[in-house]
């Protein structure tokens, strides 16, 4: 069972909408936040906005902070990530991750997703 699965990835032009979710199953679904990454072609994974559970606070990188909101998906374990006002730099492979806090570093996630792509063309 994949603890992780990305969906809603594309295409789409520029000043345009996407919103990704990400389903977490198995212990994966019980942790206490979850949180999105992405890693644009030739560049480092970065951190993207994340959301604790218990206060369903959230947080977000400052080149997304206005465009994208993550929410809590309509079942358990699902976060879900609305992205407005794409830009053509927003273009890269979009990561989920599960653990038990709000880090903004991949690595220290417990579940983390295989990702989906999505392109925003000028």
């Known amino acids: 069972q994949v603890p992780l699965v990305e969906s809603g990835g594309g295409l789409v032009q520029a000043g345009g909408s996407l919103r990704l979710s990400c389903v977490a199953s198995g212990r994966a679904a019980s942790t206490f936040a979850m949180a999105w990454f992405r890693q644009p072609p030739g560049k480092e994974r970065e951190f993207v906005a994340a959301i604790r559970w218990s206060a369903g606070s959230t947080y977000y990188a400052d080149s997304v902070e206005g465009r994208f909101t993550i929410s809590r998906g309509n079942a358990k374990g699902t976060v879900d990530l609305q992205m407005n006002s794409l830009k053509p730099e927003d273009t890269a492979v979009y990561y989920c991750?599960?653990?038990?806090?709000?880090?903004?570093?991949?690595?220290?996630?417990?579940?983390r997703g295989q990702g989906t792509q999505v392109t925003v063309s000028s």
């Open positions: 991750a599960a653990g038990d806090n709000n880090y903004n570093r991949w690595s220290l996630y417990d579940f």
